[in-house]
């Protein structure tokens, strides 16, 4: 079990620390011959970086990955990390991926950088998906510090806004640049605050019996590590089992 120890507001400037520390930790298990899933935002991106730094210097070899979003794609490309495109050939030996909030059974929020749909498809195609968190991601229950990002189709948009609202969300379009936010599959996100959710699972099923929701930010059980840097170091946690740390 992982506990929260600090509220992320009381993390300020150190969290950049962390999240270096969390993904370059990550990024250690990786090893010659794999396929990998990169994952999204600022804290997977040292992970990424600390890949393709193992890989120049010859560390690693054969590597072959996939990207979590349009963004991960260029950012990886731009380090000269071999990358698939579009398909997902075989299974993903190991994904390295950031989450907005982490519960104790290591269920996650995800989406905050809009990316839900591909991470989650990366996530179930991977026979590992390692979280890289800092300290201040954790929390007692799923929706006390952040909001569940759902992916939804533009057509019929509203209808899919008073369905979450139907479920007790407060709900308010992503924007971006005074647009509706578009992701990469030309969709919009409907940021809903619910608060400390009690049924994750529950509110999972529901979501996903409606036609034109196309995506949401609930990863249940899809992390099979977590990895979180915080002011008492690095934890490692595999499957529930806390693992040495180098
Ligand atoms: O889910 C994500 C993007 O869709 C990110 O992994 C999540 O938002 C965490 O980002 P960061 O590491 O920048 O805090």
């Given at each position: 079990?992982i ?42 991106i ?9 890989i ?46 982490v519960d ?8 905050g ?8 498809i ?16 954790l929390?007692?229950r799923?929706?006390?510090?952040w909001?569940?990002?759902?992916e939804?189709?533009e ?35 409907l ?23 196309v ?23 595999h ?7 180098d």
């Open positions: 079990m506990e929260s120890k600090k509220p992320m507001a009381s993390l300020g400037d150190t969290a950049h620390r962390f999240k270096q520390q969390a993904g370059e930790q990550a990024a250690s298990l990786v090893q010659s011959g794999m396929v990998i899933g990169l994952g999204t935002g600022s804290t997977a040292f992970a990424t970086r600390r890949v393709a730094a193992r120049h210097s010859g560390d690693l070899s054969g590597i072959v990955a996939i990207a979590t979003s349009r963004a991960s794609e260029t950012a990886a490309r731009c380090l000269g990390i071999p990358m698939l495109t579009d398909d997902i050939p075989r299974e993903i030996d190991l994904t390295i991926d950031g989450a907005d909030e104790p059974a290591m269920n996650l929020i995800k989406g950088g809009g990316a839900l749909l591909r991470e989650k990366v996530a179930q195609a991977s026979r590992r998906e390692i979280i890289v968190v800092d300290a201040g991601k929390s007692p799923l929706g006390t510090h909001l569940l990002p759902v939804v189709l057509f019929g948009w509203r209808s899919q806004l008073r369905l979450l609202e139907s479920l007790g969300a407060i709900v308010t379009p992503r924007i971006a640049d005074d647009n509706l936010y578009r992701t990469d599959q030309g969709n919009i996100i940021d809903s605050r619910f608060g400390p959710i009690p049924d994750p699972t529950g509110l999972a099923g529901k979501l996903e019996a409606h036609a034109g929701l995506g949401h930010g609930l990863f249940i059980g899809l992390a099979s590590d977590v990895i979180v840097a915080g002011e008492a170091g690095i934890r490692h946690l499957r529930g089992v806390e693992q040495a740390v």
